[in-house]
């Protein structure tokens, strides 16, 4: 039986970002109000499979994994347009997506900083540049196999993922300052 007062543990990532990331930013930039502190909104993971068109069944493959990976059910993208080039007609399946918000994202982002990218091969660090002006972060993984959720066995074909990062940042300097001290590997260049 549980109680009614049930203490819920903060996930780590979050822990550390309202005890230390807060602080540091608010003293970097000297915001008045914590509340003006960047911070995470969500975090969008997106799988596309360009191959969906000629074999719908490779889209459970996706789902499978992204459910895996994330927790969650991914929603399944449709194509809003006919091309003939691509052999691909309107309202066939070309991708899943799912969107990560509160514990989940924090989870899925202290996963894949502490364990995921670890585990790449050759892995340099990210490219701190790439973000879109507003504060956000993209970035791609080539391969699912980085995430340990995934059985190595049952891979029925190597996918890659965009996973982008929504913050509150204003501008890329406050958003890569954010995401530094969050634990993201950004290239020292």
Do not use: C
């Not at 691509?86 to 514990?103: C, Q, S």
């Amino acid at each position: 039986m549980t109680s009614a007062t049930e203490t819920k543990t903060l996930p780590r990532l979050k822990q550390k970002y309202r005890s230390e990331v807060v602080a540091a930013l608010q003293e970097q930039y000297k915001y008045g109000n914590p509340m003006q502190v960047p911070g995470l909104v969500k975090v969008v993971v997106n799988m596309g499979v360009g191959e969906a068109a000629r074999d719908a069944k490779l889209i459970d493959g996706a789902v499978r994994d992204l459910t895996t990976i994330t927790g969650q059910k991914p929603l399944v993208r449709r194509a809003t347009k006919s091309i003939a080039q691509f052999k691909l007609r309107e309202g066939m399946p070309i991708g899943a997506k799912v969107t990560l918000r509160n514990d989940r994202m924090w989870e899925f982002l202290d996963r894949l900083l502490s364990i995921a990218l670890p585990r790449i091969r050759d892995f340099r660090g990210l490219d701190g540049k790439k973000l879109d002006g507003h504060g956000n972060y993209t970035f791609g993984l080539t391969e699912q196999s980085v995430f340990h959720e995934i059985d190595q066995d049952r891979i029925d074909r190597t996918r890659g993922m965009d996973i982008t990062v929504v913050t509150t940042a204003k501008t890329d300097d406050e958003g890569r300052a954010l995401l530094k001290l969050l634990g993201f590997p950004f290239k020292e260049n």
